[in-house]
């Protein structure tokens, strides 16, 4: 009794404290237009203020005409190479690619088919976890985070490693492959450490055939069955090449560069990254789309009735439904305008997988969604530039699909970005000597001190 009145007093001295805090942390927002502060590193224009240089990725959004900007579909390089001509190539020979675009991502080229398969055997050799790991840092305190869990699993490794804080580019390549390597068993483990001691679900730990790629891994070891169907996975890998980079400036690969350039070790840049994916407003936007999806399933009679989706998508806009944002999530993007290129490439396998679950009718739901939100939200905003569905407004339905529990799609993300971010920190290592110190400008009112009896 006594302990609950403290916690109590204790909760109210917090509550206190932090209204001192709200009274005292407000910035006039005129300040920040006044002094040319580009707020999220973003200019007025929603341009992004050019802070670095890479040769990993390109983000492509319009072409210069007449010496203007002017919007296009959306495209996405890696090294140079389209991505969507990346997934057709794999589509045509038939086989999986995000382990290749690792290969391509790390490496500045595409593996020759001998390269390939070493690069493979490499990845499995490396896919071995310290002895006991999972039964003392996996299943022993496990968290409802599944993002925190990873973290936690990847600073404990560090303390296995005989040469950690050894920045030569073999060293850290060495770290990185062992990390993307692992990266799939650390998720599907933590996902079934919290569903065993949080749910109360059966624990089940498989363990992965050694040359499988990462879609067939998370599968198998996901699964109580261990099946799953060529489709099914084919569909996977797509959703891991289409996540695996995108451009230098998207916040977790950004914080992977900020804290590289501090000379950290390889553990702790991939912890702050997985830190920064963890934000909804970065990794968790299509665990936002299935909510509203959800909502709009609900409040919906006719999924075929263009008219009653649209008046919903207008109370949604109003913030007169779902969350009251007045945000329709997985429909626009940062950079995209026309189109994103990854929704673009998703789609139509999209399609296909609802086709095999016999889910064709939600699918439809999505498509027309996709098709009446930007007339939608152009008839009750200025727009600067158009909007789209982007590549989340389709991701959360394909793992629905494939049956994955939500508190994984953040991790599989991860998973899949991994692959970026260990491209970006070894680029930043061997080309930028200097850490990365922004500016901020100081607004306070310079006081005089006063002595303790006189406050």
Not at 96 to 120: H, N, Q, R, V
Not at 124 to 149: C, E, Q, Y
Not at 160 to 185: A, T
């Amino acid at each position: 009794m006594i302990l609950t009145a403290q916690l109590s007093t204790s909760d109210k001295r917090i509550q206190a404290l932090a209204q001192r805090c709200a009274d005292n942390g407000d910035i006039d927002k005129a300040l920040y237009q006044q002094h040319n502060v580009n707020i999220g590193l973003r200019d007025l224009n929603g341009k992004g203020v050019l802070t670095g240089l890479t040769d990993i990725s390109e983000i492509r959004q319009n072409k210069i005409v007449d010496g203007k900007a002017v919007p296009t579909d959306g495209k996405l390089f890696y090294r140079g190479i389209n991505v969507e001509d990346i997934i057709r190539g794999c589509i045509a020979d038939d086989r999986y690619g995000f382990e290749e675009i690792t290969y391509l991502l790390l490496f500045g080229k595409l593996p020759t088919a001998e390269e390939l398969s070493d690069f493979m055997k490499l990845l499995s050799d490396s896919r071995v976890l310290p002895k006991h790991f999972v039964r003392d840092v996996i299943l022993k305190a496990p968290g409802k985070d599944l993002m925190n869990s990873l973290a936690k699993a990847v600073l404990t490794l560090a303390s296995y490693d005989h040469d950690v804080m050894n920045l030569s580019v073999d060293n850290v390549l060495r770290q990185c492959l062992k990390l993307i390597s692992l990266f799939p068993l650390l998720a599907v483990y933590s996902y079934e450490a919290y569903n065993h001691y949080t749910k109360g679900e059966s624990l089940i730990i498989h363990n992965p055939h050694p040359s499988e790629p990462t879609a067939e891994i998370l599968l198998r070891t996901l699964r109580s069955d261990c099946r799953f169907t060529p489709l099914e996975a084919k569909v996977l890998d797509l959703s891991l090449i289409l996540h695996a980079e995108h451009g230098g400036g998207n916040n977790s690969t950004f914080t992977t560069c900020v804290v590289t350039s501090s000379g950290t070790d390889t553990y702790s840049a991939i912890a702050a990254a997985l830190c920064s994916l963890k934000g909804p407003k970065h990794g968790g936007a299509n665990l936002r789309v299935m909510g509203m999806m959800k909502e709009i399933k609900k409040n919906v009679k006719d999924w075929k009735d263009d008219e009653e989706i649209a008046a919903y998508l207008e109370r949604i806009v109003n913030r007169d439904a779902y969350d009251k944002s007045g945000l329709i999530y997985g429909i626009g993007h940062a950079v995209y305008s026309i189109s994103d290129p990854r929704a673009r490439a998703f789609k139509g396998f999209v399609e296909e997988l609802a086709v095999e679950k016999g889910r064709q009718k939600e699918y439809g739901l999505y498509a027309r969604i996709e098709r009446l939100a930007p007339e939608v939200i152009a008839k009750h905003r200025k727009i600067y530039k158009g909007v789209s569905a982007n590549v989340d407004f389709y991701s959360g339905f394909v793992y629905n699909m494939l049956g994955l529990p939500k508190e994984l799609y953040t991790p599989i993300f991860a998973v899949a970005r991994i692959s970026g971010w260990s491209a970006h920190r070894i680029e930043e290592l061997l080309n930028v000597k200097k850490i990365i110190r922004p500016a901020y400008m100081s607004v306070c009112t310079e006081t005089e001190y006063t002595p303790m009896d006189k406050r």
